[in-house]
């Protein structure tokens, strides 16, 4: 059974951080490229970061590029994105995404709310 668990979520104050973590099983992951995608309350998905299958390319959107790294452990089955200096407005779910050829797999998601 294929499975994506997210964790790490929670409520951090604007400026703080936290690190968000994904545990896949149930596939080869170190041949898939994997990526963090959110919802904020009431908007649809945005792409935040996405990670290859080596590690060697990463890629950020816009918003929050110098803020947040993602990185990936193999051997843990898991990737991470570090969220540094956060803003309200990264309150959202935070979903994990795997992806090989035609095969999508998505974690349940997990809630991070910036407030103070």
């Known amino acids: 059974e294929v499975q994506l668990v997210e964790s790490g979520g929670g409520l951090v104050q604007p400026g703080g951080s936290t690190r968000l973590s994904c545990v896949a099983s149930?596939?080869?992951?170190?041949?898939?490229?994997m990526s963090w995608v959110r919802q904020a309350p009431g908007k649809g998905l945005e792409w935040v970061s996405g990670i290859s299958s080596t590690g060697a390319g990463t890629n950020y959107a816009d918003s929050v590029k110098g803020r947040f790294t993602i990185s990936r452990d193999d051997a843990k089955n898991t990737v991470y994105l570090q969220m540094n200096s956060l803003k309200p407005e990264d309150t959202a779910v935070y979903y994990c995404n795997a992806r090989f050829v035609k095969n999508n797999y998505w974690g349940q998601g997990t809630q991070v709310t910036v407030s103070s």
């Open positions: 149930g596939f080869t992951f170190r041949t898939y490229a």
